[in-house]
T-cell receptor, first 116, second 111 residues
Framework: DGGITQSPKYLFRKEGQNVTLSCEQN?????MYWYRQDPGQGLRLIYY???????QKGDIAEGYSVSREKKESFPLTVTSAQKNPTAFYLC???????????????FGSGTRLTVV | RKEVEQDPGPFNVPEGATVAFNCTYS??????FFWYRQDCRKEPKLLMS???SGNEDGRFTAQLNRASQYISLLIRDSKLSDSATYLC????????????FGSGTRLSIRP
């Protein structure tokens, strides 16, 4: 079955440590996205990529980095520069960079990151 | 003013009731609209797109009012399994960074 796989499901990070969240899709989608969700808030866009080897900053990119070396993979690194990284991180993909009628996002099951 | 606003709820209704909630958006250039469902501590899942003429999928009806800049979701004959948070998503289509998620409306169906 096609879908998006995020790993790990839960991640604990120490202060000052970089961590990388994995996101892999086998839907043959061109566009991939990383969102952050905090309690009681909507999803906020961190980074997105519409094509291999290209990506753009979203609304809250500071303290994060990404790469898109393969169409299927879009890992997110949470660096030590991110001051408040505890959140629920969601990866998504879509057929194109502009979800349109009938074709929305497909989300992974998320990674819960906690700073300890 | 937020670009996409939803009443956070919770809406607490009895099983079998009809419930409706709205989502308002501030940018008249918005072009695509969606409703997502998110269960507690899970990822959002696409419930339905909102078509310009309105659309229905079983017990769910979505409508778009461009003049007043809101979309609505109506759930008929509500089931216990409908309990979730419903997210409104608005896409300006000009760039991926202009896809805005509402913070969601919590719905709780009681027996």
């Amino acid at each position: 079955d096609g879908g998006i796989t995020q790993s790990p499901k839960y991640l604990f990070r120490k202060e000052g440590q970089n961590v990388t969240l994995s996101c892999e899709q086998n839907l043959n989608h061109d566009a991939m996205y990383w969102y952050r969700q905090d309690p009681g808030q909507g999803l906020r866009l961190i980074y997105y990529s519409q094509i291999v080897n290209d990506f753009q900053k979203g609304d809250i990119a500071e303290g994060y980095s990404v790469s898109r070396e393969k169409k299927e993979s879009f890992p997110l690194t949470v660096t030590s520069a991110q001051k408040n990284p505890t959140a629920f991180y969601l990866c998504a993909s879509s057929l194109s960079g502009h979800p349109r009628e009938g074709y929305g996002y497909t989300f992974g099951s998320g990674t819960r990151l906690t700073v300890v | 003013r937020k670009e996409v606003e939803q009443d956070p709820g919770p809406f607490n209704v009895p099983e079998g009731a009809t419930v409706a909630f709205n989502c308002t958006y501030s940018n008249s250039a918005s072009q695509s609209f969606f409703w997502y469902r998110q269960d507690c501590r899970k990822e959002p899942k696409l419930l339905m797109s909102v078509y310009s003429s309105g659309n229905e999928d079983g017990r769910f009806t979505a409508q778009l009012n461009r003049a007043s800049q809101y979309i609505s979701l109506l759930i008929r004959d509500s089931k216990l399994s409908d309990s979730a948070t419903y997210l409104c998503v608005v896409n300006m289509k000009s760039s991926a960074s202009k896809i805005i998620f509402g913070s969601g409306t919590r719905l709780s169906i009681r027996p």
